[in-house]
């Protein structure tokens, strides 16, 4: 697929920023961890790689918080509203972007759900996304 430019923003408008790159993935990701950070039933993830990520607006109320324990998980969000922002994933040229704090259109739909076997028993069932109990492979 080609490379997209998308824009988004945090729920107040603190933060504006644009990613640019090649779409790679677009998952719904069902671990306990995402379920954690977004308060919902999971997370909606679209990834550019190789992408880059520039703050248009507001840059210094962007925080960072990456999980001790974890090899990957981390979160980046406003300090006004508590929005999640998108990523820069460490040591690679990958952009983590949750999905709903895009403006626009994302050009693909959802590919798979992950870690479906640590769902929670209420959340999403029933579409024909293919599911898998870690990363797809």
Partial sequence: MAEVTLRGACLCGSV?????????RFLHCHCSRCRKITGT???TNFFL???SLTWTGGEEHVRAYKLPE???FGNQFCTQCGSRLPRVAPGSDMVLIPAGSLDDDIPMA??????WDSRAPWSCEGDALPVFSRYPT
Avoid at 16 to 24: I, L, Q, T
């Fill in 16 to 24: 504006k920023f644009e990613v640019k790159g090649e779409p790679s």
């Fill in 41 to 43: 039933g999971h997370a």
């Fill in 49 to 51: 790689q190789p992408g």
């Fill in 70 to 72: 974890a090899e990957r």
């Fill in 110 to 115: 959802p590919r798979a759900r992950i870690f």
